[in-house]
């Protein structure tokens, strides 16, 4: 079970994956299966069916300490799972697209992809509530009543601010950087909340409109296992 990394779409997620070490290891490469809670891919590295991309499983090209070695161990996929494909941008991951970084085509892409990423997440934390693998059951409960709701209020918090921005610019689009450039500061102020770091917002009407949606069924979902919203101290 890995927990998502803070400053990217995945954060406050959890991702579950299958690891068999075979006779033949460290020699060889452990075999790796994702266990997947969404429709189609939340990541380009990381397939419906189980496959996870990574050189060092020998499932993706690399050379030189990205291919596996004797030297390799479980350890380094693990951290190679956490740093490199569960990451800020993960639209540049999908193979030829590292081109595009920098200009402001890929700036959209790569923010288009994130609200995909986001949208998967809810969905897969909803599937995960009613059906946990056994073996983290206990663990999965903590996390979600430690970290659901402050997943949820930072989502509201963007949505609001997306909405904001688009109800008063209807047909005046604009990208990530130059929206925390123009306005960053002072939203921050205004709602005494961060502006993720990763490119996001504004957000597009349709995914406003979704990840709402997802939210309620998400809250609805929660409250069926008994976890509710935490007590704001008086």
């Known amino acids: 079970m890995i927990r998502g990394p803070e400053k990217t779409p995945y954060e406050d997620g959890l991702f579950f994956f299958d690891f068999q070490l075979s006779a033949e ?6 075999l790796c299966h994702y266990i997947s809670y969404c429709s189609d891919r939340l990541n380009p590295n990381l397939y419906e069916d189980g496959k996870v991309c990574v050189s060092l499983l020998g499932t993706w090209s690399g050379k030189g300490t990205e291919v596996w070695t004797l030297n390799s161990n479980l350890l380094q996929v693990i951290v190679s799972i956490q740093g490199l494909i569960l990451v800020s941008e993960p639209y540049f991951n999908e193979a030829g697209y590292e081109k595009q970084k920098g200009s402001q085509q890929g700036k959209e892409n790569s923010r288009m992809y994130n609200e995909m990423a986001v949208l998967k997440l809810v969905q897969a934390l909803t599937k995960l509530i009613l059906q946990p693998p056994p073996v983290f059951k206990e663990e999965i409960l903590q996390h979600f009543q430690q970290k659901a709701y402050k997943l949820i209020h930072r989502l509201d918090t963007w949505l609001e601010i997306s909405e904001r921005y688009n109800n008063a610019h209807p047909i005046t689009p604009t990208s990530p950087t130059s929206f925390r450039e123009l306005h ?7 709602l005494n909340a961060q502006l993720p770091e990763f490119p996001l917002i504004p957000a597009s009407k349709g995914f406003c409109l979704t990840l709402r949606k997802s939210l309620v069924t998400f809250r609805e979902t929660l409250a069926l296992v008994g976890i509710t919203e935490p007590l704001l101290p008086s």
């Open 25 to 30: 290891y460290p020699k060889a490469p452990p």
């Open 184 to 190: 960053g500061q002072a939203i921050s102020e205004a």
